[in-house]
């Protein structure tokens, strides 16, 4: 069974740092791509930033240049470092890991980490 737990999250003064863990068991997170979602009160989740198997990193616009997405295959872990952290970056952050293998695609979810950053 593969389970995605996040921790990390917290209070925080804009202009502030978080770093996001994502524990991953059930599966070698060596083949999957990883993923980090938010989503704000009222707002749909949005991708934060992507990791591939390779190392690869995907941001958009909105937290590029902060967000820094990082993976160690032999903790089976995925970190998400935020830097100068803005009001608008509050929500619960989420872990997705996906892959497919032999023509099925898996794509699991963790329980997510609140993360709020006041003024």
């Known amino acids: 069974q593969v389970q995605l737990v996040e921790s990390g999250g917290g209070l925080v003064q804009a202009g502030g740092t978080l770093r996001l863990s994502c524990a991953v068991s059930?599966?070698?997170?060596?083949?999957?791509?990883m993923e980090w979602y938010r989503q704000a009160p009222g707002k749909q989740r949005e991708l934060v930033a992507r990791i591939t198997t390779g190392g690869s990193t995907d941001y958009p616009d909105s937290v590029k240049g902060r967000f820094t997405a990082s993976r160690d295959n032999a903790k089976s872990t995925v970190y998400l470092q935020m830097n100068s952290l803005k009001y608008e970056d509050t929500g619960v952050y989420y872990c997705?890991?996906?892959?497919?293998?032999?023509?099925?695609?898996?794509?699991?979810w963790g329980q997510g980490t609140q993360v709020t950053v006041f003024l």
């Open positions: 059930g599966t070698n997170i060596s083949i999957t791509t």
């Open positions: 997705n890991a996906n892959w497919r293998l032999l023509s099925r695609n898996y794509d699991y």
